[in-house]
């Protein structure tokens, strides 16, 4: 179970790394993704050309990495961290295939 969380952890600093940090709210520029936040939730989604599906991805205050559900590129995927300390500010990422 430690290898699974351990390699969890590892594969989402690595999705954190590759997708890099996105904070606007305003309309999304082509190819990129919409993205809301709060105190423990992060979200990115409704993407313009970005590809057909959004994975959103943050950190919580505790150091957890959470990874939100693939949706498609016109919804929305969240992450939260209720319960973890909250989100980390500026953690908040989001990856497109």
């Known amino acids: 179970m430690r290898k699974k969380i351990a390699a969890l952890a590892i594969a989402g600093g690595a999705l954190m790394a590759l997708a890099g940090p996105v904070s606007s709210a305003q309309a999304a520029p082509s190819g990129q993704c919409d993205t809301w936040s709060d105190s423990n939730t992060f979200g990115a989604g409704r993407c313009n050309s970005a ?21 498609p590129a016109t919804s929305t ?5 209720a319960g973890k300390g909250g989100l980390r500010p500026g953690s908040g990422a989001y990856f497109t295939r």
């Open 77 to 81: 995927s969240y992450v939260y961290c």
């Open 51 to 71: 590809g057909s599906w959004v994975r959103a991805v943050a950190t919580c205050n505790n150091g957890a990495v959470v990874i939100g559900a693939e949706v």
